[in-house]
Nanobody, 124 residues
Framework: QVQLVESGGGLVQAGGSLRLSCAAS????????MGWFRQAPGKEREFVAA????????YYADSVKGRFTISRGNAKNTVYLQMNSLKPEDTAVYYCAAAAAEGVVVATDEYDYWGQGTQVTVSS
């Protein structure tokens, strides 16, 4: 059974940092693109960041560029999202996802597996 489990969410003040982790299991993810998405109340799920299996190609949404960093663990079945200089508008449920694609993809419908999400709340 394929599972993606996120952790590391929580409540933080504006300007603070959080590090999200995602552990994937149930199949080999070493060749998959891994991504992070988020969904705020009343809004559609949006792309945040994604990395190719090798880490050689990485994309960020403009809204997080320069503040967030995506990375993969050595075993390639884990992915992290380091979030710095957090803003209240970053408040959302953050989801980890995996796509059986060699290149980086940013559309939600291109991802095959999803985690349950972890809440990030940034207070002003």
């Amino acid at each position: 059974q394929v599972q993606l489990v996120e952790s590391g969410g929580g409540l933080v003040q504006a300007g603070g940092s959080l590090r999200l982790s995602c552990a994937a299991s149930g199949r080999t993810f070493s060749r998959d693109t891994m991504g992070w998405f988020r969904q705020a109340p009343g809004k559609e799920r949006e792309f945040v960041a994604a990395t190719s299996w090798s880490g050689g190609s990485i994309y960020y949404a403009d809204s997080v560029k320069g503040r967030f960093t995506i990375s993969r663990g050595n075993a390639k079945n884990t992915v992290y999202l380091q979030m710095n200089s957090l803003k209240p508008e970053d408040t959302a449920v953050y989801y980890c996802a995996a796509a059986a694609a060699e290149g980086v993809v940013v559309a939600t419908d291109e991802y095959d597996y999803w985690g349950q999400g972890t809440q990030v709340t940034v207070s002003s």
